[in-house]
Structure formats: structure tokens, C-alpha cells
């Protein structure tokens, strides 16, 4: 061997190794670029020579080691996202509730209690509460990871479509999921409540005939999947993207999932955010994320409003509807497999690490405040299970 190539071999930069194929140039440059920046303490970047060793004061020569640098950052990063989780849990459960409280107190039709999530009242009272409450636990999050990570726009919401057929076999995924569980709701719990109360109210008339009901449909589908995507799928995705998009999959599932509080919905949003994830990078884009989650929720409420029907014809009903998504499902992932999965085309960015996965994530999930936050989630989680 030359002594040039040994020499290639003993040198580590943790930002060339990155597998940069699966993105367009515009997106490597930038996030390059972006890793590259010293000042930022949330880029993971590492150059050193094996056969060299750095000169430390009170310590005298040691090696530089990857593996250290990697946990520190991840370190602060974990304790960044944490914060963020935490942000929602307080909009969601104390600012909330504190703010119906006092509209309340000042006449205001509405009212809930600290131990339940429902909100009663007035149909319009209770349609602006949660379109207020859902946006500031979802805004404020990412508004403090954006600020937080200074990540460039093109890095922090993947914008290219690089291919069209990983867009409809992340959709196709998404319905084989919601089929095979069929949640009431992909990432809220309040559909069912609101559909419940506007089907009570309006005894003479149809749902969609109620203005309120219409608006908050169309948030929660739309509005809402596009705020949720660009939290989990936007900075979080972006910032983890540095350790390989196993680990960044992984761990923004987890989170989505944990923040429900809701043992039901905890496994099927886990489940729909992999596929979320997958489809946005095995595309180039965040809208296929945003497809995904959007044909979740409308797959779902349509489950619920065939299930409101009264008649016999229900069941027969549920189940056509169940096998005609199912189908187009697995013909949808059929056609992705057959043109991208089997030519190697799937987008998944690899990094190898001299830090194994299970210690990464452990490391990772024990930091504080994630750690704190995740226990309060699945504290929640457990007394509503028991409730």
C-alpha cells in the first residue's frame, strides 16, 4: 500500500463520509456548508488523523476521538428537541387549559377540566379553541428549532422532487398502515370528540351543513399536516440527518408518537411518521410527508363517519371501503418496489459511526430534558390507559 493511501485511510472527516447520493447538489451544498460552520454547536463535524494525537493542557497528548465529539453534540441537540417537546406539553396541557379557564371566567361558552382533553361549550367557541391551542403547540416548537439550529431553508424543508414513484409509494404505505390499524385519528385524538359533538348538535341537519365542523375538518387535515410535517419532518429531521437517516427516522417517529400521550395512537403514528420520513427522503420533498399525513386523516375520518351510519348496511359498508384502500395500497407499494426498491433507488442516507446505534440512542434519549419529557409523555399515556 502507498503511503498516500494509508494516509487517506487514517484520516477521519465525519462530513465527507456522509453518503450525500441520495440528495440533489443544491441540498449537499448547503448542508455541507451548514456542518461546516464551527460556531454553530449543533453541526457534527470532526477532522482529525488517526496517527496523530492532540496536545490537551493538564493532560498532556491524547487522541482525538470522533466518538466523544459525536456525543456531545448529540447531547445538545437531544437537549434542544427536549425543550421543544416540552413546549408542546405545556401549550397543550397547562396554557390551554389556563386560557379556557379564563375565557370561562369572562363569559365565554367553554370550559374543560385538567384531568380529560374535552372541551365544552359552544360549537364555534369550541372549534377556535382547538385551532388556537393545536397551532401554538405546533408553531412554537418549531419556531425555537428553526432559531435554535439556524439550518438553511433548502436544508431544514427538503424542497425537490427527486422522484415521483417514492410520492406514491409513501401514500401507498400510508393506506396499507391505516388499514391495517384504523385509528380513529392519524395524529390528534380530538377528531372523534368533534365529530361526536357536531353529529349531537345538529339533529335536523347534516355535519357538513355546520360551518364550524367544515372549518375545523379542513385545518385539522390540512392545516394541521402541514404544521406537524414541518416540525417533525422540517429542523428535527434535518438536525438528526448528520448520524444517518435510520437514526433521524427513528428517533423524530419516537418523539411524534411519545407526544400524543395516548396509548392508542402512540403505535400508529409511529408507524405513519417511518413512512412519512421514508417518502420524504426517498423523494427529495417534505410535501410527500405532508400527502402522507393528509391521506391518513381523510382515510380515517372517513372510517368514522361510515361507522356513524345506523343502518346494517354499516359493516358491509366499513369493509368495502377497508379492502379498496388496502388494495390500492399494495398495488401502489407493488409498483414502488418493482421501479425503486429493487434498483437500490430508496433515498436512505448512511453514516457509519464509531458510536453502535443502541449506545447512540441511549445516549441520545437520556439527556435532559428529553429524557424528563418522554417519561411525562408515557406517565400520561399509562393513567389515561387506565382511566
Known amino acids: 500500500m502507498s503511503a498516500d493511501k494509508a494516509n487517506d485511510l487514517s484520516i477521519i472527516n465525519v462530513i465527507d463520509q456522509f453518503n450525500y447520493s441520495t440528495q440533489n447538489d443544491a441540498y449537499n451544498e448547503k448542508f455541507k456548508k451548514w456542518r461546516r460552520n464551527k460556531d454553530n454547536p449543533y453541526t457534527f463535524s470532526f477532522e482529525a488523523n488517526k496517527n496523530e494525537k492532540v496536545f490537551v493542557d493538564t493532560k498532556g497528548f491524547v487522541d482525538s476521538s470522533a466518538k466523544d465529539v459525536e456525543k456531545d453534540v448529540l447531547s445538545r441537540i437531544f437537549s434542544a428537541i427536549g ?18 379557564y379564563v375565557c370561562n371566567l369572562f363569559g365565554i361558552d367553554i370550559h374543560n377540566n385538567f384531568f ?10 369550541i372549534v377556535i379553541a382547538l385551532i388556537v391551542i393545536t397551532s401554538i403547540k405546533i408553531i412554537i416548537p418549531g419556531l425555537y428549532l428553526h432559531f435554535v439550529f439556524k439550518l438553511p431553508g433548502r436544508v431544514e ?3 425537490r422532487l427527486n422522484n415521483s414513484t417514492a ?27 368533534i365529530y361526536d359533538y357536531f353529529s349531537s348538535t345538529g339533529t335536523d341537519v347534516s355535519v357538513w351543513d355546520q360551518w364550524e365542523f367544515l372549518v375545523y375538518t379542513i ?5 394541521v399536516s402541514i404544521l406537524t410535517e414541518m416540525l417533525f419532518r422540517g429542523a428535527m429531521f434535518a438536525v ?42 426517498s423523494s427529495g420533498t417534505i410535501l410527500t410527508p405532508v400527502a402522507v399525513s393528509i391521506v391518513c386523516k381523510m382515510y380515517n375520518l372517513t372510517i368514522l363517519m361510515i361507522e356513524t351510519d ?15 384502500s388496502l388494495s390500492a395500497g399494495i398495488i401502489g407499494f407493488a409498483f414502488y418496489w418493482i ?46 390507559a387506565a382511566l
Open 157 to 159: 424543508f427538503m424542497s
Open 167 to 193: 410520492l406514491l409509494g409513501a401514500i401507498a404505505m400510508a393506506l396499507i398502515v391505516c388499514t391495517a390499524t384504523s385509528l380513529p385519528s392519524a395524529y390528534s385524538n380530538e377528531s372523534k370528540e
Open 240 to 281: 438528526l440527518r448528520q448520524f444517518g437517516d435510520p437514526f433521524a427516522i427513528i428517533v423524530t417517529s419516537f418523539t411524534a408518537g411519545l407526544l400524543t400521550m395516548d396509548p392508542q395512537e402512540m403505535p400508529v403514528v409511529i408507524l405513519i411518521s417511518i413512512v412519512a420520513s421514508y417518502g420524504m427522503i
Open 339 to 384: 421501479r425503486c426498491v429493487r434498483k437500490k433507488r430508496n433515498g436512505i442516507a448512511s453514516y457509519s459511526s464509531e458510536l453502535p446505534t443502541t449506545a447512540r440512542i441511549f445516549h441520545s434519549v437520556k439527556t435532559f430534558p428529553y429524557s424528563a419529557t418522554a417519561l411525562i409523555c408515557i406517565a400520561i399515556a399509562a393513567v389515561r
Open 83 to 100: 425543550t421543544a417537546a416540552l413546549l408542546w406539553m405545556i401549550a397543550e396541557n397547562i396554557i390551554g387549559r389556563i386560557g379556557i
Open 116 to 125: 380529560s382533553s374535552a372541551i365544552y361549550g359552544g360549537s364555534k367557541e
Open 219 to 223: 385545518f385539522d387535515i390540512v392545516i
Open 310 to 324: 345506523p343502518t346494517d348496511r354499516m359493516p358491509l359498508t366499513r369493509n368495502i371501503f377497508m379492502i379498496i
